[in-house]
C-alpha cells in the first residue's frame, strides 16, 4: 500500500520557470513532511520541511504548501535553475510513539530537469 | 563534520550467493537506518538501530536478510542468498536521535544480482 503518493514522475521546466512538485497522503497521523533532493550516484539530501501546523514554509526558491483538509503538499522551485535538476521525493512519517521507529515513508520520485 | 560512510560502492553477484554492505554513521548519532531503492522509487526502510538495539525490522525480509550494529556504532547488512530482485541501492543514514530530526544519507551501495 502506498501511503505517500507522488506526481509528476518527471518534468521538464524551463530556466527561470516554476517548478512544482505534489504529494499527497493518506494516513492523517502523520505529522512531519520533508523533500528530498537526490543527485545521481548519491543518496536523499533534506531539502526543506514541514509540520501540518503551518501551511507554508519557504527557503530561499524552495516553498512547501501544506493543505491539511486535502491531505496534501507540494515543492514550489522558484526561478528553476539547472543545477537544480534532480530527483526530488516527498515524504512523511508519524509521530514518535516511544514504543518503535520515526521511520520515512517515501513518494516514488520526480525527476526535474531544468532546461536552459 | 564527516558524513556517512558507505562500502563497498558498487557491487555485482550472482543470483544465491551471499554480499555484505558497511556503514559508518555520523560521528555522535544514536540511530541508524538501512533504506532499500529499487530503481525508479522511493527509498523503503529495511531495519532501523537505536544504538545497537533493532528499533523495528517489520520490513526486512529475515529469510534472507540480516543486519547488526556492533558497540552501536558501524553496521553491516547481509543478503545470504541473493535473488534478482534484490538488485537495488542500499542506502545507509543516520540521526542524533528518534524522531524529528534530520536523518543524514550515505551515497548508497548500488547491488546489481545476475
Known amino acids: 500500500q502506498q501511503q505517500v503518493k507522488q506526481s509528476p514522475q518527471s518534468l521538464i521546466v524551463q530556466k527561470g520557470g516554476i517548478s512544482i512538485i505534489n504529494c499527497a497522503y493518506e494516513?492523517?497521523?502523520?505529522?512531519?513532511f520533508p523533500w528530498y533532493q537526490q543527485f545521481p550516484g548519491k543518496g536523499p539530501a533534506l531539502l526543506i520541511a514541514?509540520?501540518?501546523?503551518?501551511s507554508e514554509k519557504k527557503e530561499g526558491r524552495f516553498t512547501i504548501s501544506f493543505n491539511k483538509s486535502a491531505k496534501q503538499f507540494s515543492l514550489h522551485i522558484m526561478d528553476s535553475q539547472p543545477g537544480d535538476s534532480a530527483t526530488y521525493f516527498c515524504?512523511?512519517?508519524?509521530?514518535?510513539?516511544?514504543?518503535?521507529?520515526?521511520?520515512?515513508?517515501f513518494g516514488k520520485g520526480t525527476k526535474l530537469s531544468v532546461i536552459p | 563534520e564527516a558524513g556517512v560512510a558507505q562500502s563497498p560502492r558498487y557491487k555485482i553477484i550472482e543470483k544465491r550467493q551471499s554480499v555484505a554492505f558497511w556503514c559508518n554513521p555520523i560521528?555522535?548519532?544514536?540511530?541508524l537506518y538501512w533504506y532499500q531503492q529499487i530503481l525508479g522509487q522511493g527509498p523503503k526502510l529495511l531495519i532501523q538501530?537505536?544504538?545497537?538495539?533493532?528499533?523495528?525490522d517489520s520490513q526486512l525480509p529475515k529469510d534472507r536478510f540480516s543486519a547488526e550494529r556492533l558497540k552501536g556504532v558501524d553496521s553491516t547488512l547481509k543478503i545470504q542468498p541473493a535473488k534478482l530482485e534484490d538488485s537495488a541501492v542500499y542506502l545507509c543514514?543516520?540521526?542524533?536521535?528518534?524522531?524529528?530530526?534530520?536523518?543524514?544519507f550515505g551515497q548508497g551501495t548500488r547491488l546489481t544480482v545476475v
Open positions: 543514514a543516520s540521526s542524533k536521535r528518534r524522531g524529528g530530526t534530520e536523518a543524514f
Open positions: 494516513n492523517t497521523a502523520f505529522d512531519y
Open positions: 514541514i509540520r501540518p501546523d503551518v
Open positions: 515524504a512523511a512519517s508519524l509521530p514518535y510513539s516511544g514504543a518503535g521507529s520515526y521511520q520515512l515513508t
Open positions: 560521528s555522535g548519532h544514536a540511530t
Open positions: 538501530f537505536q544504538n545497537n538495539g533493532v528499533v523495528d
